[in-house]
């Protein structure tokens, strides 16, 4: 019999720790729920989900379709292992697109393939948003060495100061400089901005786009047919059936692994291998199981609590983030599959140990209770940092991380940990594999579709809208006539005049040919006008 969670007992918590803790030797991890709020009632009564749960991953890893709302399959789990996927073809183009994305980062590492102007290489801009973004940002983060590969630079949002400072940066190198551009469907507004403005610049700078440019899309999108009838250096495929929180084993991840000639068929194998521990039947084998569950019994099912993600290594500062999106837009979720009203989701935020124990871990000991922590660790340390006067950082390390778990405990607070002997791309593989089966499951176990995210899209719709409403309030302006926010409402048969006068406050402020006359703290007495 599993005994409950007890603070205040070191002997229960130990049994506890012994009993719920997961391993696998082969992939020298270990997942320790054992400071959660998980017992034998608990996983009673979550049983016969999992056994539905189970069912569903399968079903869904066997080719079924898993997002009902768009009518897709859901393929992640193919990418790394082409054989799962449902049919040869399938499987025959994953293997194919990995072949040529090893072969193309050696190439250009080599120098085998130049720039136009006949130079290697010297950097990568790359241009993607969400995941098109993150995973790349967190493998370039956690597995780029020192003097290896190509320098990375990211356009991963429309911000026009982000961009001017990225451009300066790389200056005459645009020249040389590869440039990919990810965007699954080729509309997605902010990765075509950015292409437009990297052309424009990088042609200036004397650079040749074709001759440098790279596309990541569906095969027969919009942003595929630009780079096929312009010649662009490579095209790579996106497949349809693979999301955009859960690209980074495709070319979304493996491009730039190849870029900075990290070790990406071991990234490939460490999901891989995950995958199989996850697909175990049993809430107590299977680690991705007991960290759902975990989850399922702080939240209490409804997102109680947010996750707090404190990875104790450098480079695994953007982890938190990276699960962001991950979580986070696969739970978040008003509606369940039944059409429940049910608002399900987990926040997650974080950093990294041990920096934020001078941070926010004052409030995780002292302050409201409405959160678990994940802590990851890695055991082994580099060679080249020597204990000085007896002292190893490796070993600091770990006693604030103990400490830190140690201080939440005696204020009864909920932690989960994860450990890996070691950190490098096969166990950051098996890492972002064990979430996203954590993920699935738990959709599973509260019901909601966690592949698809129709809050993003009415995101996209809205901003969308507000740039047809900017169209239509510069033509109304046209004239010279001043006139209010108001007026202008009225005018243009808008709903408010809240979303005007944001709009005009940033043409005014970019001398986009706008004058405000009046006090801009007492928004319905400004008088707008177009000027010469």
Not at 150 to 179: I, Y
Request: charged share 20%; hydrophobic share 45%; net charge negative.
């Amino acid at each position: 019999m599993l005994a409950d969670f007890d603070a205040s007992s070191p002997a229960t918590q130990w049994h506890r720790f012994c009993e719920l803790l997961w391993y696998d030797e082969n992939l020298g991890f270990w997942l320790d729920v054992s400071r959660m709020k998980l017992g034998s009632a608990q996983l009673a009564e979550l049983g016969p989900g999992f056994d539905r749960a189970f069912q569903a991953m399968a079903a869904l890893e066997a080719g079924s379709i898993a997002n009902a709302d768009e009518q897709r399959q859901v393929g992640h789990y193919w990418l790394r292992d082409p054989g799962l996927a449902p049919d040869p073809a399938s499987r025959d183009h994953i293997a194919q697109e990995i072949d040529r994305l090893e072969a193309f980062g050696q190439e250009i590492l080599a120098g085998s393939i130049k720039s136009a102007n006949g130079h290697s290489f010297t950097d990568v801009l790359w241009i993607g948003i969400g995941g098109s973004g993150l995973g790349p940002l967190l493998m370039i983060r956690a597995l780029q060495e020192e003097g290896k590969g190509l320098p990375f630079h990211f356009f991963d949002n429309v911000d026009p100061q982000g961009m001017s400072r990225t451009l300066a940066a790389l200056d005459s190198r645009l020249a040389t400089t590869l440039v990919v551009v990810v965007s699954k469907s080729g509309g997605t507004p902010e990765p075509h901005i950015g292409m437009e403005q990297a052309r424009a610049r990088l042609e200036a700078r004397g650079g040749q786009w074709a001759q440098q440019a790279v596309a990541v899309t569906l095969l027969g999108s919009k942003l595929d047919q630009i780079a096929e009838s312009q010649n662009w250096l490579r095209r790579f495929d996106m497949f349809d059936w693979v999301g955009g929180r859960t690209s980074i084993t495709s070319a979304v991840g493996l491009l730039p692994a190849a870029l900075i000639g990290a070790d990406l068929r071991g990234f490939l194998e460490g999901a891989t291998t995950m995958d199989s521990a996850t697909r175990v039947a049993s809430i107590s084998g299977n680690p991705a199981a007991l960290l759902a569950a975990a989850w399922y019994a702080a939240c209490e099912g409804r997102g109680k609590r947010d996750m707090v993600v404190l990875p104790y290594r450098d480079r695994l500062e953007v982890f938190s983030r990276y699960l962001q999106q991950l979580v986070m837009e696969s739970l978040g979720k008003k509606w369940d599959r039944d059409g429940a009203e049910v608002h399900q989701g987990i926040a997650v935020y974080g950093n990294k140990g041990s920096t934020d124990q001078h941070a926010y871990v004052q409030q995780l000991r002292d302050g409201v209770d409405n959160f678990f922590v994940t802590f990851i660790e890695a055991l082994n340390d580099p060679s080249d940092i020597p204990a000085i006067d007896g002292e190893r950082p490796g070993d600091f390390l770990d006693g604030f991380l103990q400490g830190t778990r140690a201080a939440l405990m005696e204020g009864g607070r909920q932690t989960l940990s994860i450990t890996m002997r070691s950190f490098d791309a096969r166990s950051l593989g098996a890492l972002i594999a064990l979430f996203e089966r954590a993920v699935g499951l738990y959709g599973e176990l509260v019901n909601v579709n966690a592949y698809h995210q129709p809050g993003v899209e009415a995101g996209k719709k809205a901003a969308a809208e507000i740039l047809g409403l900017q169209q239509q309030l510069e033509a109304a302006l046209a004239d010279g006539v001043p006139r209010s926010v108001e007026e202008l409402q009225q005018q243009l048969a808008v709903a408010s005049p809240e979303p005007l006068f944001w709009i005009l406050r940033h043409l005014c402020a970019n001398d986009r040919g706008y004058s405000a006359k009046g006090d801009w703290g007492k928004p319905a007495d400004l008088q707008f006008q177009a000027v010469a």
